[in-house]
């Protein structure tokens, strides 16, 4: 079972470009479901077609879905909430604010992921497409089953067992509304639910990330942040939506084509070594079934072989580019540069979020998370195939001063370490 996740900046057409990859999976014989957890859902007007909140059959093996937020929260949190209002009730909190307050925060995204999980585990299909909501959005909701264990803990400190023994003693004592086993089998069901759901989207073999900007220097910005974020998860291709065709002369467009072709060139610096695909910006809106084939045609190749090139389910790129951990009160970001020496590597720190890596005439564009963007650099090693860059795990901690103001940080870095032979 494959689970393809497209995310990108609203407006960039990741609706079209998941619908056409379900048809495509669809067409090779993939029991294909595609949903889309955007809360502003697009998905049936790319098929040309309703689709509502219950499964809905679009083509041979293919069935699509708008998930309804609102009633999967109710589904997976609802038993949970009413205990809540209870208890937030009888602290003397007004009735309205206390149903408020009893939503999870970001609940409503988690649900549609636990949407996702649920039909996984049906063992009903083969390929699971996510429509997912704009980049941001979709971080929140890739980071929301660790916030929800940690909301759950602490909204429900009782110990099941515990409970059971000291109920008779607390009933007697306060008249606070205690949680039944009913709610303790809730809670362990969301949990155990949040934990499957992590351990899907983690696992590289299952779930895919794969980005969708158009040749834009603003969405290309929002996309290098969006990866930078997704450590931890496979992220193996990008899609490059809306690009004007060569062959198209028009002194209107001349300037929009230039810059294109500059911004096509960023494209290869921020996202190498991940695959990169280029869908054409048609003469025609890309909606219903006919241009939606025509771009699976085009992103996917006419090869309709299984396991061919035109298989949207393969697994376009294996490895890491770039990971971050944490070692011996440092946090690293690991950059794999194999086949280089450090003779030959320079690095150069263009603003305070993004690191320029040049060899030779290569050059690598890469935007740091805010966590690590605001730390200062303590040194850099080589380890294996591997650069890594040594960020201090507290602002000004770093005992590594440069030595010249003339100079960049990352030239005063390089030169330290080929002194010291690293």
Not at 59 to 82: C, F, S, T
């Amino acid at each position: 079972m494959r689970i393809l996740l497209y995310t990108g900046k609203g407006g960039v057409g990741k609706t079209s470009v998941s619908a056409a990859c379900a048809l495509r999976c669809a067409e090779l014989d993939y029991r294909t479901v595609v949903l889309s957890t955007d809360s502003a859902h697009s998905l049936g007007d790319s098929f040309d077609t309703r689709i509502g909140s219950k499964l809905v059959e679009l083509a041979p093996n293919l069935w699509g879905q708008e998930i309804d937020l609102l009633h999967q929260m109710d589904k997976y949190w609802g038993r949970v909430q009413e205990y809540l209002n209870v208890l937030f009730s009888w602290r003397g909190m007004d009735a309205l604010v206390a149903e408020e307050t009893s939503v999870l925060p970001g609940m409503e995204e988690l649900a549609s992921l636990m949407h996702i999980t649920h039909l996984a585990d049906s063992g009903a299909y083969d390929t699971i497409i996510i429509d997912a909501a704009p980049t941001g959005s979709t971080l929140q909701l890739l980071s929301f089953p660790d916030i929800a264990r940690w909301y759950i803990e602490k909204i429900m400190p009782f110990e099941r067992r515990t409970l059971q023994i000291a109920r008779p003693i607390v009933s007697r004592m306060s008249d606070i509304p205690l949680p039944d086993d009913d709610l303790f089998e809730s809670v362990e069901d969301l949990v155990n639910v949040l934990e499957r759901t992590s351990l899907l989207l983690s696992d590289s073999s299952v779930s895919s990330m794969r980005l969708v900007i158009n040749p834009e220097k603003m969405v290309i910005k929002e996309a290098q942040r969006a990866y930078a974020y997704l450590y931890g998860y496979a992220v193996d291709s990008v899609v490059c939506n809306r690009v004007f065709p060569q062959e198209l002369q028009d002194a209107y467009f001349s300037g929009w084509i230039e810059a294109q072709q500059r911004n096509l060139a960023f494209v290869e610096e921020a996202f190498q070594p991940l695959p990169i695909s280029r869908i054409p910006f048609f003469e025609e809106e890309v909606l219903g079934q006919k241009m939606l084939q025509r771009m699976a045609a085009t992103l996917f190749g006419g090869d309709m072989e299984r396991g061919g090139k035109g298989d949207p389910t393969r697994l376009y790129y294996q490895g890491e580019p770039q990971k971050i951990f944490a070692r011996n009160g440092h946090y690293i970001l690991s950059i794999a540069l194999p086949l280089v020496t450090k003779e030959e590597v320079n690095l150069h720190r263009s603003v305070v979020d993004e690191l320029i890596v040049r060899i030779g005439n290569w050059k690598r564009n890469i935007a740091l998370p805010i966590g690590l963007a605001r730390l200062k650099i303590d040194g850099a090693n080589y380890e294996g195939d591997r650069l890594n860059i040594l960020f201090c795990k507290q602002e000004g901690d770093s005992d590594y001063e440069f030595d010249s103001l003339e100079r960049s940080p990352w030239e005063q870095l390089k030169a330290r370490l080929q002194g010291e032979g690293v």
